[in-house]
Structures are given as structure tokens and as C-alpha cells.
């Protein structure tokens, strides 16, 4: 089992920038994709940003340009780097990480949720 802990959230005012990390340790053979989830009240969980194990990258489509998602698998580790700040990125920030246990079985993992604010 693979537990995530996220840390980085917070208040800024909007055009600021905030940086999210997030550490995956227990029982694993290896972590595949990582990303970052965002779930806003009254709105559904939607996709921020993930990584491959190779470096590959997606965005969606309202943080590209601003937003920068990078890992370093030897600490087993992902990153969001958050610039130009809105307030309707305001919402509580999740770490993402499919794993492959010892049984070669291909699981996710979710952490507890960050909560990033973006208000003057």
C-alpha cells in the first residue's frame, strides 16, 4: 500500500504562486503516473496535471502556461509549481500516484487533500 502526503497549500492573492509537494512511501515495486486532482465546492474533481514515470506531461486546458508539474522519482516524489494565481483555482488540491505492488497488481493512491486559496 502507497500512502501520499501532500503539503504547500495555502492563501495568496490572486497573480501570486504557491508550490505543492507531495511524498509517496510504503510497499511498492514501483509508482507509474503521478498527478495533481483539484475538487472546488459544489464542482466534481477534475484533473490538474499529471507526470509519467518518463517525464511526460498533461495539463489541463485552464492551468496550462501557468502551472509547471515536475517529480523526482529517486525521492519518489511529485511537484506543482502554481504561478499566476486566480481565484477560481481556489479549491482542495489532491495527490494522485498509480503503483504496481509486489503482486505486479496496478493500483491508486489518493492523499488526504491540500487546501489552496486564492482571494485578495
Known amino acids: 500500500q502507497v500512502q501520499l502526503v501532500e503539503s504547500g497549500g495555502g492563501l495568496v492573492q490572486p497573480g501570486g504562486s504557491l508550490r505543492l509537494s507531495c511524498v509517496a512511501s510504503?510497499?511498492?515495486?514501483?509508482?507509474?503516473?503521478m498527478g495533481w486532482y483539484r475538487q472546488a465546492p459544489g464542482k466534481e474533481r477534475e484533473l490538474v496535471a499529471s507526470?509519467?514515470?518518463?517525464?511526460?506531461?498533461n495539463y489541463s486546458d485552464s492551468v496550462k502556461g501557468r502551472f509547471t508539474i515536475s517529480r523526482d522519482n529517486a525521492k519518489n516524489s511529485v511537484y506543482l509549481q502554481m504561478n499566476n494565481l486566480k481565484p477560481e483555482d481556489t479549491a482542495v488540491h489532491y495527490c494522485?500516484?498509480?503503483?504496481?505492488?509486489?503482486?505486479?497488481?496496478?493500483?491508486?493512491?489518493w492523499g488526504q487533500g491540500t487546501q489552496v486559496t486564492v482571494s485578495s
Open positions: 510504503g510497499s511498492f515495486i514501483s509508482i507509474n503516473t
Open positions: 494522485y500516484a498509480d503503483y504496481v505492488t509486489y503482486s505486479d497488481f496496478h493500483l491508486p493512491s
Open positions: 507526470i509519467t514515470g518518463g517525464g511526460s506531461t
